[in-house]
């Protein structure tokens, strides 16, 4: 009953038009747990807590426990985001053919260039290009990048194929590697305006700022105009809960007062 | 000739990052030595099959900068801890002047006894690759008894001008040992105040990994800079010995400009936490890696086991800085990929074209197993693992060969000990 009436469930938003749950699992840090106990964690934050936004990678090592989690959802249920660090056709097609048998799903929600380098996006578009056929076979819903740099963001938002950008994102402007935090708030402005869909990752970040968990969503979410999604690392349901009711109560709290 | 090992959990990371476990319920085949394919239900007529049902298969730890003659003499003689500001630094210690009483008192046979003894409680305790900083003296027991184990073992002799151990002196390089794990040893240094210019010459023209011991306490840093005006890594990379192929074994003592001297030169430092721990001094393994600076994991004078190494950096590593910047899986990282990084093998990893060590871990004494490597760190003892394959070759040993191997020893080392009370006690 306490579960059925549990209040912290975070929201429906889409991005790039695909439905999602505005906070994403990002699921690095469960790769520490045996694959079904890590499926655990994941299905009790889509069940209980309505996060079924899961963010993977090859090389994040988490790709079991995520496999393990999908198997107990109708696969619609919940969206999944993969990457490749490929350049070329064939490393992106190494990366999704491994992803989607190690996932045991037909297909990915989002399939992103991971961690475009400064100067280098030119560089990765044949890779691109493969993602864009496997976009039409139905293999990917979404295409897009996640960088670290606030030019590769900008000049992802002039090309109209990339639907998706992901980035870091976070007040003391850490993990950014190119470009400073207002050329990178400006660069997913203008992402965001040109019709992309924008998620934004180490929000917290990568734990650094922890010991202020409000404050840093609360700058955050002071941008919600231009950001969809929030991908907030975890290891477990405890820290999981914890962000929601924090982020749901400062995104959600006016709506639900009312 | 194949191996299959049968219906593990898979635990292992995927590349050099320090989040990148993966743990997989998959089968591994292995060929020639080698991991060759890793997934679920392989089929191999032609393989013999080692059955892993409900076991962990972790890829074998790598022990870098070992000094298993000097652990095991040393075990019992030594003082609860030898490297106090006042001591000098190891070189003036008690660890190397035994060893050099008991070069001279052992017999060959005795001097097998005694590497045997320090060998198998490495292999018992999860070391599949040990590389030894040997006195020259124990090179020829180490080899033999690396041989008869089938350890993948490299003997590093040291290289000592002007004082203990009385090794060579003459500048000359010594014939690099080679043992049954099979590829060729490298050289060493003992340290910066006990090494010639003909020496540095040598270890630069030689090939290989370099083993040096640098930056151990704070006497030999004052030693160091009354002799050349420099740290003891100053003064190492002013003779263009730190590079990516050096090994830095010590690294206590290391400032902030000698992290950045390793970092530029991609050198790695392998230090024993169980040492810091019983010397009482801090384990720099988060302030190295802060600094980009691989840091591997090695046993000292103070007992040959990896688990506790593992055990003792994951405490360690939790005091350098808070409880989250350093967790079990970062003591199994160093414990694994780091050290083969500083060796330059392909080990550590259980992953297509890397060597085939790994250990079968029985988790059914630390469950409820959810979180593997936190288990293993914290808890794991050497009776856990109960399988160790090196090379493709599953080796059997026990505690009770570890019994047996124990009196030997002990025999051995009482000749040296009753010199040695006389002599530097």
Known sequence: MLLQENPVRAHRVRLAGIPVSEVCFGTEHINRSVPEFG???????????????????????????????????????IAITSKTYGRSREEAEYDLTR????????????????????????????????????????????????????????????IPEIQVVCAPFNREGSRIEEGSLLDMEN??????????????????????????????LAWALERREFLDAYNLGVANLSEARENLTIFNELAHGEEARA | ??????????????????????????????????????????????????????LWVLPGLVDVGSSVAGAVLGNGLLPDYSRARWQGSMLHGRALPLLEIAAEALSDAEKRAVVRFGLEQLLLSGATTVADLTHPAFAPALRAEGEALGLRLLAFPERTANGYPVAEHSGRLLVPERTGGGFAAGDALYSVETTSPEMYAAARASAGPLLVRAAYCESEKQVSRMAFGLSPLGKLDREKLLTGRTVVVGGYDADFFDRERLRTAGATVAM????????????????????????????????????????CAAFGGKLDSNASQFQASDAFYAATIAGAQGLGEPLGRIEPGFAADLLLVDPTRLGPHNYPLIELVYRAESADIVGRMVGGRMLSRSAQDLRKSAQAAQAAAQKAWSLAQRRIL
């Open chain 1, 39 to 77: 499926a655990g964690i994941l299905e009790d934050a889509a069940r209980l807590h309505g996060i079924t936004f899961w963010d993977t990678d090859n090389a994040y090592g988490s790709q079991t426990q995520v496999a393990a989690a999908l198997r107990r959802f109708p696969r619609e249920e």
């Open chain 1, 99 to 158: 992803t989607l048998r190690e996932l045991e799903t037909p297909y990915l929600d989002f399939f992103l260039l991971h961690e475009v380098a400064a100067g280098t996006l030119s560089e990765k578009m044949p890779a691109f290009a493969y993602m864009l056929e496997m976009q039409k076979k139905g293999l990917v819903r979404a295409v897009g990048l996640s960088t670290h740099c606030a030019p590769v963001i900008s000049a992802a938002a002039d």
């Open chain 1, 187 to 216: 660069a997913l402005c203008k992402a965001h305006s040109k019709g992309k869909g924008v998620y934004v990752i180490k929000v917290l970040g990568k734990g650094e700022l922890t010991y202020d968990i409000r404050g840093a």
């Open chain 2, 1 to 54: 000739m194949k191996t299959l090992v049968k219906n593990g959990l898979v635990i292992t990371f995927i590349h050099e990052g320090y989040h990148s476990i993966k743990m997989k319920y998959a089968d591994v085949l292995i060929e020639d030595g080698a991991f060759l394919d890793i997934r679920e239900e392989i089929a191999d007529s032609e393989a013999e099959v080692v059955d892993a049902q409900g």
């Open chain 2, 272 to 311: 024993s936490a169980v040492t810091a721990m019983q010397d009482g001094v801090p384990f720099p393994i988060v302030t190295n890696l802060r600094q980009d600076v691989n840091t591997c994991l090695n046993t000292g004078y103070f007992g040959l086991s990896m688990l506790e190494e593992m055990r």
